[in-house]
Every structure is written in structure tokens, then in C-alpha cells.
T-cell receptor
Framework: DAGITQSPRHKVTETGTPVTLRCHQT?????MYWYRQDPGHGLRLIHY???????DKGEVSDGYSVSRSKTEDFLLTLESATSSQTSVYFC???????????????FGEGSRLTVL | GDSVTQMEGPVTLSEEAFLTINCTYT??????LFWYVQYPGEGLQLLLK?????DKGSNKGFEATYRKETTSFHLEKGSVQVSDSAVYFC????????????FGGGTRLMVKP
């Protein structure tokens, strides 16, 4: 199994509070991603990172920010959580094609967030 | 933009039945195609992949063939087991610099003994 750890695995919070989810990898892969999973929508990309301090927006980035100060850590922050951000959040990692990757992603076990 | 369309579930089968889950895609260029599986309470795991037209990906008895002429990547298994009960996601990567995947909505498979 790819060495990906997400924390916390479960969190319940109230509307308007800040929340930070952490993704830690031990694989030294270049790319890291945050997806959210909702019924009927599959997985949708929130933000991604292609290196330390290099991040970009995905399909559903509004209301989220990210940071990557080290290769192994990718943080997802909800500055002021809303009920529409209740979801399961997955971190994923991928290696560069220059290192032989054919584009597959490896996923963490998910963080279930409930915003009341 | 890129998109992936999967048949909606749930798909309910008896053990040892034949499985097909349809997947079609829209993409520019020549994407790589993937099937991921998600067991209850877990993250997604790569099941199989194909990186060019006419390639067949296979793993654990599952197969899918990259059909460029029909822009499809249907998942098949000849004889399903109860342990195959899961959600299956079709996905594509347009060989973009960031390896970003576009996912279909997922298909839940339930196999009854």
C-alpha cells in the first residue's frame, strides 16, 4: 500500500469554524491532490500540488485553500466551513511521468467531514 | 473539457454471474484510462489501466479494453464473487502535466450469494 495518511479520519464541526485536513505521504511523490466525494458526483478535484509551494485550483476550489511547505505534507483548509462542504475528502499522490509513472493516482483512506 | 460517463447503479448480480459496467469518455488527444475500486470505508484502489488504443487492462479477473473508435472502456468480469461488491469508478487522464484524473460518477455493484 502507498504510504498515505490522512488526519483526522472523522470530524464534526459547526458552520463558520475553520477546519484543516492533513495529508502525509512517505513515497516522495511529486504530485498531491485533494478530492471530495459526494453521492452522484464521483470524485471532484479541489486543489492539487506539483511541488513544494506550487499549487493550483481544481474543479471545485471555492471555499478551500491549500498549502504544501514540505514534499510529504499537503494541507487542505476550510476557512469558514459551510454545510455544503460536508463530504468525504480524499488525498491522492502521483509520481511524475519523467520517473516512469503512467498517470495512476494512489489514494488515502479518506476524511469524513460533517458540518452542522 | 474532459468527461467520463458510467452506467448508473446499483448493479445487483448473483454470484458467478457475468459483469459489465459501461464507461464512455470525452477527451482531447489520447488519454490514459483507469478503473478504480472502492470497498466500504476505504479509499480508491487502482484496479486496472490502459494507456493506448486497443490495450487491454486486466487484474483479479477483471478486464477492460481501450476502444478509441467508440471512446469506451467497459469493465467486464466473467464470474463475480460476493467479495467483488464495491463501487467502481472509471477515470481518464489526458496526459496533462499534473496527472489529474477525471472521474465518472461511480457504479455500485452488489453481488448476492
Amino acid at each position: 500500500d502507498a504510504g498515505i495518511t490522512q488526519s483526522p479520519r472523522h470530524k464534526v464541526t459547526e458552520t463558520g469554524t475553520p477546519v484543516t485536513l492533513r495529508c502525509h505521504q512517505t513515497e516522495n511523490h511529486r504530485y498531491m491532490y485533494w478530492y471530495r466525494q459526494d453521492p452522484g458526483h464521483g470524485l471532484r478535484l479541489i486543489h492539487y500540488s506539483y511541488g513544494v509551494k506550487d499549487t493550483d485550483k481544481g474543479e471545485v476550489s471555492d471555499g478551500y485553500s491549500v498549502s504544501r511547505s514540505k514534499t510529504e505534507d499537503f494541507l487542505l483548509t476550510l476557512e469558514s466551513a459551510t454545510s455544503s462542504q460536508t463530504s468525504v475528502y480524499f488525498c491522492a499522490i502521483s509520481e511524475s511521468p519523467a520517473r516512469g509513472s503512467s498517470g495512476e493516482l494512489f489514494f488515502g483512506e479518506g476524511s469524513r467531514l460533517t458540518v452542522l | 473539457g474532459d468527461s467520463v460517463t458510467q452506467m448508473e447503479g446499483p448493479v445487483t448480480l448473483s454470484e458467478e454471474a457475468f459483469l459489465t459496467i459501461n464507461c464512455t469518455y470525452t477527451a482531447t488527444g489520447y488519454p490514459s484510462l483507469f478503473w478504480y475500486v472502492q470497498y466500504p470505508g476505504e479509499g480508491l484502489q487502482l484496479l486496472l489501466k490502459a494507456t493506448k488504443a486497443d490495450d487491454k487492462g486486466s487484474n483479479k479477473g477483471f478486464e477492460a479494453t481501450y476502444r478509441k473508435e467508440t471512446t469506451s472502456f467497459h469493465l467486464e468480469k466473467g464470474s463475480v464473487q460476493v467479495s467483488d461488491s464495491a463501487v467502481y469508478f472509471c477515470a481518464l487522464s489526458s496526459n496533462n502535466a499534473g496527472n489529474m484524473l477525471t472521474f465518472g460518477g461511480g457504479t455500485r455493484l452488489m453481488v448476492k450469494p
